[in-house]
T-cell receptor, first 108, second 115 residues
Framework: DAKTTQPNSMESNEEEPVHLPCNHS???????IHWYRQLPSQGPEYVIH???SNVNNRMASLAIAEDRKSSTLILHRATLRDAAVYYC?????????FGQGTRLTINP | DAGVIQSPRHEVTEMGQEVTLRCKPI?????LFWYRQTMMRGLELLIY????????DSGMPEDRFSAKMPNASFSTLKIQPSEPRDSAVYFC?????????????FGSGTQLSVL
């Protein structure tokens, strides 16, 4: 499994953009980059994933570096409901291996 | 769709007792995963199944833990005998199929307390 490095915590203000970084320098060529988040007292939920190109969906955007050794999850306008732990997971096999993630705090 | 359904939501038991956690995956999903979450160790994958067959149980802590999937719509995780260190939140997740492109859908978890 590729090793990931994420900040332990980040803080942002409501209605501002948030950029959550992830380093995955040992990623292999066929690994997808998945992002999940876990809201308090809930199970993890899927946010977005990609392979090489940048990806957008209704929740977020994923920017993948050209060398694929890092990626950034972008929340365009954070709300209080976005406060959660965000996990970046390079996935080469079927199983997802979660690291410690980044705890995101949103200030009103 | 109701999503992944886990029961019970909370379980409190005494050391030495048998505990059975249950999971109903999303209809049509062929893969099922059991995870455990603690403050110290984070989210750990215990075991996963494809088409009801256990594929990787390397995360199962010891022989006290066993998991079964008798059919496509039901799975159990059993701990016998339970110990206080088994206290954790246990999550079940399912996905449509295999491969690194599949999304996992998680249940709400079972909070287990072993006294």
């Amino acid at each position: 499994d590729a090793k990931t490095t994420q900040p332990n915590s980040m803080e942002s203000n409501e209605e501002e953009p948030v950029h959550l970084p992830c380093n995955h320098s040992t990623i292999s060529g066929t690994d997808y980059i998945h992002w999940y988040r876990q809201l308090p007292s809930q199970g993890p939920e899927y946010v977005i994933h990609g392979l090489t190109s940048n990806v957008n969906n209704r929740m977020a955007s994923l920017a993948i570096a050209e060398d694929r050794k890092s990626s950034t999850l972008i929340l365009h306008r954070a709300t209080l409901r976005d406060a959660a732990v965000y996990y970046c997971i390079p996935q080469g096999a079927q199983k997802l291996v979660f690291g410690q993630g980044t705890r995101l705090t949103i200030n009103p | 769709d109701a999503g992944v359904i886990q029961s019970p939501r909370h379980e409190v038991t005494e050391m030495g007792q048998e505990v059975t956690l249950r999971c109903k995956p999303i209809s049509g999903h062929n893969s099922l995963f059991w995870y455990r979450q603690t403050m110290m160790r984070g989210l750990e994958l215990l075991i996963y199944f494809n088409n009801n067959v256990p594929i990787d149980d390397s995360g199962m802590p010891e022989d006290r833990f066993s998991a079964k999937m008798p059919n496509a719509s039901f799975s159990t995780l059993k701990i016998q005998p339970s110990e206080p260190r088994d206290s954790a939140v246990y999550f079940c997740a399912s996905s449509r199929g295999t491969g690194p492109n599949e999304k996992l859908f998680f249940g709400s978890g079972t909070q287990l307390s072993v006294l």
